[in-house]
């Protein structure tokens, strides 16, 4: 979730995208098939793809594609010279990341690797997962992502145990499950199935540039009367305090909905996921979070019309000094560069303290993200897998990290590296926070919810449209008629 950024539609898509159809499949047929299939009703506005728990899954026809004999350095049976073909999100982490791991497969395996990146991974997948040849690995990031959960119950995804179960390519005495962070497998899986690869390891948070503190000599606040404080502080300079990308609000929501998260506790929180009734009307921390967006929009700390910006666009500005502070996802750091001054010094900082906080100073929400599938009914799932194994190797965790100055799932892959600014203050509010990490289901599992519904009330909020007790009447309103729709199939989380 990106994790990359959801609509970087401003970057250019490769032109080396594969034919969408089906050999010997109509349109009508093909149209026919995904209503059946479920995979045409695509999210317009979602940042990470519907995942989690629940649903089914499993192997589908992976035994009957043709395999090569497992050996201690092919513990998966990668049949040599099957061809691969991988469809790789090219949003804010680009794709030349995914490029270099499998340069590394065709030389091993001494197979032609198709490549295909792209922002439209629904639209160019739908008719080929409807047609039976879907491509053999995918990311599936962006906001034109295809339903995980409807292709896990339908069996459309490899059960990934055995990767998970397959030797490390750094130490053969360690498996996949060890030297991968641990919410990284619990997030992956639909039931007791894991199926997702969820490759990034995202840190979300207020971004800001540490120069532009220092210079002014301000100090990063630790509450939320303290930002408010210094956001007036910062006005008088002629600054504005936020901005925000206003035509994806959703982006907000990843510090609003964790700060009501660190205020209330997650078990307040998991009543969310969960879409109990009065979860958010009978929350106090929504109220105290929620409120404090209201008291930002009425004193004017949003750069005046950045509702109408994209995500590029007020990282733009905020790279240009035009706003001290930005909601975003350690993808920025990449996403951003070609804006960002040399001296920057782009910095993330924790949750703020509220009043009557469950969780402690320096809590952070920290969460897997950029979703990796094997088609089950692929021609080379094993491949597909072999990719993965090979994208968790030290080697190339780290070329992730210098490429794209973004975490990967794979624990510890940093130490000793010399870190860009942004992935270095990442990783240290990583550390610091300890245990103290939040990680939600909502935005996952909901997306049509959150970033369309919840994410519309929240562009009126910061624009002073709508008042705090509006807004969580209105959100608890949406959440109780997703909850009574049993067309929208329900997940749960254990408190």
């Known amino acids: 979730m990106g994790s990359t950024s959801a609509e970087n539609t401003e970057n250019t898509e490769n032109n080396g995208s594969q034919n969408a159809g089906a050999p010997g499949v109509g349109r009508r047929d093909l149209i026919r098939r995904s209503v059946a299939l479920g995979l045409v009703s695509v999210p317009t506005m979602s940042f990470l793809s519907a995942c989690a728990t629940g649903g089914g899954g499993g192997d589908g026809e992976a035994s009957k594609a043709p395999g090569g004999a497992k050996s201690a350095t092919n513990p998966l049976g990668v049949k040599e010279g099957a061809a691969l073909e991988a469809f790789i999100f090219k949003g804010g982490l680009g794709d030349q990341y995914a490029k270099d791991a499998e340069a590394d497969y065709k030389a091993k395996y001494k197979a032609e690797v198709k490549h295909t990146g792209t922002q439209q991974v629904g639209p160019k997948l739908t008719p080929r997962f409807a047609g039976g040849n879907p491509p053999d690995v995918i990311d599936n990031s962006g906001a034109d992502h295809l339903d995980m959960n409807k292709l896990s119950t339908q069996g459309q995804l490899q059960d990934l145990q055995a990767l998970l179960d397959a030797p490390s390519l750094d130490d053969a005495s360690k498996k996949i499950s060890d030297v991968i962070h641990p919410s990284t497998i619990d997030k992956g899986k639909h039931g007791d199935t894991f199926d997702v690869l969820y490759y990034a390891f995202t840190i979300y948070g207020t971004w800001y540039s540490q120069k532009v503190l220092d210079d002014n000599g301000w100090e990063y606040p630790t509450s939320l009367d303290d930002m408010v404080k210094l956001c007036g502080e910062i006005k008088k300079k002629g600054i504005a305090p936020w901005t925000y990308a206003g035509k994806y609000p959703y982006y907000v929501h990843f510090n609003l909905f964790a700060q009501i998260a660190k205020i209330g506790g997650m078990d307040a929180w998991i009543a969310i996921?969960?879409?109990?009734?009065?979860?958010?009307?009978?929350?106090?921390?929504?109220?105290?979070?929620?409120?404090?967006?209201?008291?930002?929009?009425?004193?004017?700390?949003?750069?005046?019309?950045?509702?109408?910006?994209?995500?590029?666009?007020?990282?733009?500005?905020?790279?240009?000094?035009?706003?001290?502070?930005?909601?975003?996802?350690?993808?920025?750091?990449?996403?951003?560069?070609?804006?960002?001054?040399?001296?920057?010094?782009?910095?993330?900082?924790?949750?703020?303290?509220?009043?009557?906080?469950?969780?402690?100073?320096?809590?952070?929400?920290?969460?897997?993200?950029?979703?990796?599938?094997?088609?089950?009914?692929?021609?080379?799932?094993?491949?597909?897998?072999?990719?993965?194994?090979?994208?968790?190797s030290k080697k190339h965790a780290q070329n992730f990290a210098t490429k794209v100055k973004s975490l990967t799932c794979v624990v510890d892959a940093t130490e000793g590296m010399t870190l860009s600014p942004g992935l270095a203050s990442a990783s240290k509010a990583f550390k610091d926070a300890g245990d103290n990490i939040i990680s939600l289901q909502l935005q996952e599992w909901y997306p049509s919810l959150t970033d369309e519904k919840i994410g519309g009330l929240t562009g009126q909020l910061l624009t002073g449209e709508l008042k705090a007790a509006d807004w969580i009447k209105k959100t608890q309103e949406y959440a109780d008629a997703v909850a009574k729709d049993d067309s929208v199939k329900k997940f749960k989380r254990e408190k």
Do not use: C
Not at 295 to 307: I, V
Not at 352 to 378: C, N, Q
């Open 273 to 392: 996921d969960n879409l109990e009734p009065n979860a958010w009307t009978g929350n106090d921390a929504v109220k105290q979070v929620v409120g404090h967006y209201e008291e930002l929009a009425a004193k004017g700390y949003f750069l005046e019309g950045s509702q109408g910006l994209t995500h590029i666009q007020s990282q733009t500005a905020w790279n240009k000094g035009k706003a001290v502070f930005i909601p975003n996802g350690s993808w920025v750091e990449n996403e951003a560069a070609p804006t960002t001054p040399k001296d920057f010094r782009m910095s993330v900082g924790a949750l703020f303290d509220g009043s009557g906080d469950k969780m402690p100073h320096g809590t952070l929400r920290a969460e897997p993200s950029e979703p990796y599938i094997v088609a089950a009914k692929g021609k080379n799932p094993a491949g597909g897998m072999e990719l993965l194994r090979i994208m968790l």
